[in-house]
């Protein structure tokens, strides 16, 4: 599996990064989209053609999530047609909220499918299991393993701490975690702190964490020139030796090599 970030910053674009977005290539080729923030369709143009897309999956509906979806949809529904040959876009999305959860059909274009939060959902070449995390919103985390290859990717989402987090992401090749909150604010209702990230990596014994969902501008009393790489130092001090890198548009990594 090959992951590449699209965009990494929490709650909204700043400057030329645009918000959560994701793009897991299989080991077949195949093409999944993980969340759909800002920026996320002309960040991914630089990758691929959207139209290469063989699905897209949704932690949870708040814009910084799917801020592009609408675009994306706009994209396969009005791209002529006589320059390719249009295709449904399967979105997954759990079914929680219905009104969020009706929004990714669009007749023709694309197809809204509940992912099964329960058991094991079949997405191309990956199986993929849910847990709830600790959000204000409903929110999945996901452990996606490759049948060909046996790696494991898992994403956090959005969420705080809590206990179970460390199991779910167990032995994970890589292991994307929501880091918008430095040390000193833990147990928070709605994202990871530094601390707690490196502490979930450690006692999972992930081979590397990433960090994603990064503050654009840091809050008072963190120097704004290198905030980033003390966010990344602070992870570090508790991920018990495992690697610590930033997400940066267009940063790839092949998960087998982790």
């Not at 195949?30 to 800002?38: A, E």
């Not at 990758?47 to 706009?74: F, M, Q």
């Not at 999972?204 to 809050?219: D, E, F, G, W």
Request: glycine share 8%; with cysteine.
């Amino acid at each position: 599996m090959k992951l590449t970030t699209l965009g990494c910053w929490g709650a909204y674009p700043y400057k030329d990064g645009g918000t959560t977005s994701y793009l897991l290539t299989g080991h077949d080729g195949f093409q999944l989209l993980v969340d759909c923030g800002s920026r996320a369709v002309t960040e991914l143009e630089k990758e691929i053609s959207p139209l290469e897309l063989d699905a897209v999956i949704i932690s949870h509906y708040h814009p910084d999530h799917v801020a592009d979806l609408g675009v994306l949809r706009h994209y396969f529904q009005l791209y002529p047609k006589h320059l390719w040959e249009p295709k449904i876009l399967p979105i997954y999305g759990h079914d929680e909220d219905a009104y969020e959860f009706g929004k990714l059909t669009l007749d023709g274009v694309s197809q809204g499918l509940a992912y099964d939060v329960k058991g094991v959902q079949q997405i191309g070449p990956f199986d993929i299991t849910f847990i709830k995390t600790v959000h204000p919103v409903p929110c999945y985390a996901f452990r996606i393993v490759e049948h060909a290859t046996g790696q494991v990717f898992v994403f956090t989402g959005d969420t705080g701490y809590f206990d179970d987090l460390a199991q779910f992401a167990a032995g994970a090749d890589l292991f994307l975690a929501d880091v918008y909150l430095y040390e000193g604010n833990e147990n928070h209702i709605a994202h990871l702190t530094t601390k707690e990230a490196g502490e979930i990596a450690s006692a999972a014994k992930v081979k590397r964490l990433v960090l994603t969902h990064m503050p654009p501008v840091p809050p008072a009393g963190i120097a704004p020139d290198n905030h980033l790489e003390i966010l990344r130092s602070q992870t570090e001090a508790y991920s018990n030796g495992i690697p610590v890198e930033l997400a940066v548009p267009h940063k790839s990594w092949e998960i087998g090599d982790c």
